[in-house]
């Protein structure tokens, strides 16, 4: 597990973003350094805090999950995890779901180019923990 800006710039690299500050950011890595899994957290407010993820094929692990649930519901001592995506994200449309997250809304117009599908983990139905 790896920390710090850079991990920030990664993952707006991969997604084509500036990440702003302030934010929180994690990464995981292979034996040979290649990035698995990098997260960002932002917009905390005591209660809520929203990840933003990139991962390559098979870099979100039963073990990367329970980290990251730790982090979020024990350190952090939030109460929700949220995560969006744009509508036409098929993909992550059908993974949030299998990894305990709850659809919430839809979002109108929230990405220029898309709407956004809001998920949410409450810290009481987080099955990582």
Known sequence: MVDGPEIGAYVGSR?????CPPFQAIGFLADDKR???AFVFN?????????????????ITR????????YVFNNN????????????????LKLAPRY?????CIAKQFFLDDDAVVFRMLKEDCRWL
């Open 15 to 19: 997604l084509g973003v500036t990440i």
């Open 43 to 59: 917009e905390f407010n005591q209660s809520n805090m929203e990840m933003t993820i990139v991962a390559e094929p098979g870099g």
């Open 35 to 37: 990035p698995l899994a």
């Open 100 to 104: 305990g997250f709850k659809y919430e």
């Open 63 to 70: 073990q990367v999950i329970r980290y990251v649930a730790n």
């Open 77 to 92: 001592q939030c109460r929700r995890l949220t995560v969006r995506t744009k509508k036409r994200n098929k993909h992550i």
